[in-house]
């Protein structure tokens, strides 16, 4: 079945660090790919997504490319802030047979950022 | 635009005792809907889904059960609540197979 791989956290940086959170996914088709975001206490706030190969998310500083050769989705930012210390979810889409989306889910790296 | 709210933010409940969790979304019609859960530590698990009213579809077997009574609200119930049941939950939406929008979701706690 589909299934979304993130590397373990925590990770943890100081304030102007570079970020790589690394995912990757095994799915049959063409999925569609998601990060979200989950700061402390609140729920999941999309972060960005892409729909296809080699397409290019971006939002609020954060990239990640659709990389179909490497099946990964690996979210990267240049110079993380403290505000950016929450839960980071990678996931896919898995239309199934309906055409309704389902997603699945990664287990969640959550990223400490220190000033 | 549209919101999503959900309620109540943090409940204890004991072990046995009934569970009705509520789900409402406003500024859109026809939504599809969405319960999950995120035990600690571990990633969200889809429970239930919607495509329209009194449309459920059950992910996984287990101890709860949705409704939608009404084309906006969704509804997580469950008879004798379990320790297992402890954990996040989140409702979402999303109009037809786009992108999905998460509540603010209810932390439940089993005594």
């Known amino acids: 079945g589909n299934s979304v791989t993130q590397m373990e956290g925590p990770v943890t940086l100081s304030e102007e660090a570079f970020l790589t959170i690394n995912c990757t996914y095994t799915?049959?088709?063409?999925?569609?790919l998601f990060w979200y975001v989950q700061y402390p206490g609140e729920g999941l706030q999309l972060l960005l997504k892409?729909?296809?190969?080699?397409d290019k998310g971006s939002n609020k500083g954060f990239e990640a490319t659709y990389r179909k050769e490497t099946t990964s989705f690996h979210l990267e930012k240049g110079s993380v802030q403290v505000s950016d210390s929450a839960v980071y979810f990678c996931?896919?889409?898995?239309?199934?047979?309906?055409?309704?989306?389902?997603?699945?889910f990664g287990t969640g790296t959550r990223l400490l950022v220190s000033p | 635009s549209q919101t999503i709210h959900q309620w109540p933010a943090t409940l204890v409940q004991p072990v046995g005792s009934p569970l009705s969790l509520e789900c409402t979304v406003e500024?859109?019609?026809?939504?599809?809907l969405y319960w999950y859960r995120q035990a600690a530590g571990r990633g969200l698990q889809l429970l239930f889904y919607?495509?329209?009213?009194?449309?459920i579809s059950s992910e996984v077997p287990q101890n709860l059960s949705a409704s939608r009574p009404q084309d906006r609200q969704f509804i997580l119930s469950s008879k004798k609540l379990l320790l297992s049941d402890s954990g996040f939950y989140l409702c979402?939406?999303?109009?037809?197979?786009?992108?999905?929008?998460f509540g603010p979701g209810t932390r439940l706690l089993v005594l």
């Open positions: 979402a939406w999303s109009v037809q197979g786009k992108t999905q929008y």
């Open positions: 799915a049959t088709g063409y999925p569609s």
């Open positions: 892409a729909t296809k190969a080699d």
């Open positions: 996931a896919l889409s898995d239309p199934g047979n309906t055409g309704f989306q389902k997603l699945v």
């Open positions: 500024g859109t019609s026809n939504p599809n």
């Open positions: 919607s495509i329209g009213i009194g449309q």
